[in-house]
């Protein structure tokens, strides 16, 4: 079946080191994937939308490739800011009905001083 | 440009007491329209959805209900509140069905 699994938990890291979110899938069909962000008290926003073709999304430093080949999608940016630290969510719709969303468990991210 | 706004912004009720939460969606004819329930510190759980008045799907059973009486409107409902159903609702709309693009939420705590 479908599914979303995420680095689970806390990561905590040190403000200038490079940040990497884990996210890999299950699907049957070749799904779009997107990563939300939600700082603490507010909504989730969407950071980024896989694209069908081979090009990487970037937003506000972020960015993340889909790999078919090993059903993944990992959110990546090269230098962590404080402002980063927030719950991060891998998502991608159904396989069975296109309405239905599956979000991952989410990501904590805090970035430290 | 859309804006997506919810009532009330935070909630005290009582168990057993009934409850009912708003969306509004400006700027966006026939929105596919949806409901999100977060624990405290959870993950997000999709709750209903809509993609046209007076339609409304379950996808996780709470004990709760939702309906689409306008277009721009989508009320989430309960006629016995339990202490599980504290927590952050938030309604989200999407475009064509994938990316969602969430309303600030309201916070609910039962007591």
Redesign the interface.
Known sequence: GDSVTQTEGLVTLTEGLPVMLNCTYQSTYSP?L?W?VQHLN?????LL?SFTDNKRPEHQGFHATLHKSSSSFHLQKSSAQLSDSALY?C?L?SDTN????I????THLHVLP | AQTIHQWPVAEIKAVGSPLSLGCTIKGKSSP?L?WYWQATG?????LF?S?TVGQV?S?VQLNLSASRPKDDQFILSTEKLLLSHSGFY?CAW?PL?????????TRLTVL
Do not use: H, M, W
């Open positions: 779009f997107f939300y507010e909504a989730p926003k969407l939308k969510y998502a719709p296109a309405y239905k969303v979000f991952g468990k989410g | 596919n949806y959870g993950t997000l759980q999709q959805y993609i799907e996808v938030l999407s069905g994938d990316e969602q693009y969430f309303g600030p939420g």
